[in-house]
């Protein structure tokens, strides 16, 4: 079981930035993929990108975030830069164990964080 807690999230400005952080417990935290989703009020819960043996992001973040892990500290980031309105949600990190799952995919998922809002205003 590996448990997880986000942190970084605020109001931010359209075209600003910032980092979310997640903090793992876990032994094993290396054999985890890690991932982020969102979730605005209202719509589904949505893959915003993942990190494993590679990196991959969702169409509506390419190019504007991205996600790293340390895996000597068991942490996980978000880098967000040109925030959009549309980017205002609740972030969730999320781990999966690695090999042979859809890592875009909520439910190859088996730990969640409590999440952390971030809100961008126009």
């Known amino acids: 079981q590996v448990q997880l807690v986000e942190s970084g999230g605020g109001l931010v400005q359209a075209g600003g930035s910032l980092r979310l952080s997640c903090a793992a417990s876990?032994?094993?935290?290396?054999?985890?993929?890690m991932g982020w989703f969102r979730q605005a009020p209202g719509k589904e819960r949505e893959f915003v990108a993942y990190?494993?043996?590679?990196?991959y992001y969702a169409d509506s973040v390419k190019g504007r975030f991205t996600i790293s892990r340390d895996n000597a500290k068991n942490m996980v980031y978000l880098q967000m830069n040109s925030l959009k309105p549309e980017d205002t949600a609740v972030y969730y990190c999320?781990?999966?164990?690695?090999?042979?799952?859809?890592?875009?995919?909520?439910?190859?998922?088996?730990?969640w964080g409590q999440g952390t809002q971030v809100t961008v205003s126009s």
């Open positions: 990190i494993g043996r590679s990196t």
């Open positions: 999320a781990a999966a164990p690695l090999g042979g799952t859809y890592y875009s995919r909520a439910g190859s998922y088996v730990s």
């Open positions: 876990a032994r094993t935290f290396s054999n985890y993929a």
